[in-house]
Nanobody, 124 residues
């Protein structure tokens, strides 16, 4: 089993910044991809960013590219999402996810483990 615990959500004004953290524990050795997904009210969950823990390769959704940065710590057990230039449309519940994949942001049906989610609210 793998446990994912997110932190760092909150409320911010447009053009502000937030950093989300996700700490992974348990049997993480079989997983090579960690990512962030979000779901706004009335919308489907979407992949935001992913990082491959071995290579460090990163992938981003078009809507956040250039504004968000995904990274990991040296132990490769904590993943961060630095969110800059936030927009009201970034408002959503953000979920940390972990799985084994080859490239890109895996579709959410492929995710093996989910965190409990952390709310991000951006006001105009």
């Amino acid at each position: 089993q793998v446990q994912l615990v997110e932190s760092g959500g909150g409320s911010v004004q447009a053009r502000g910044s937030l950093r989300l953290s996700c700490a992974a524990s348990g049997y993480t050795y079989s997983l090579n991809c960690m990512g962030w997904y979000r779901q706004a009210p009335g919308k489907e969950r979407e992949g935001v960013a992913a990082i491959y823990t071995g290579s460090g390769s990163t992938y981003y959704a078009a809507s956040v590219k250039g504004r968000f940065t995904i990274s990991q710590d040296s132990a490769k057990t904590t993943v961060y999402l630095q969110m800059n230039s936030l927009k009201p449309e970034d408002t959503a519940m953000y979920y940390c996810a972990a799985t084994r994949a080859d490239y890109g942001i895996p579709p959410d049906r492929r995710i093996d483990y989910w965190g409990q989610g952390t709310q991000v609210t951006v006001s105009s």
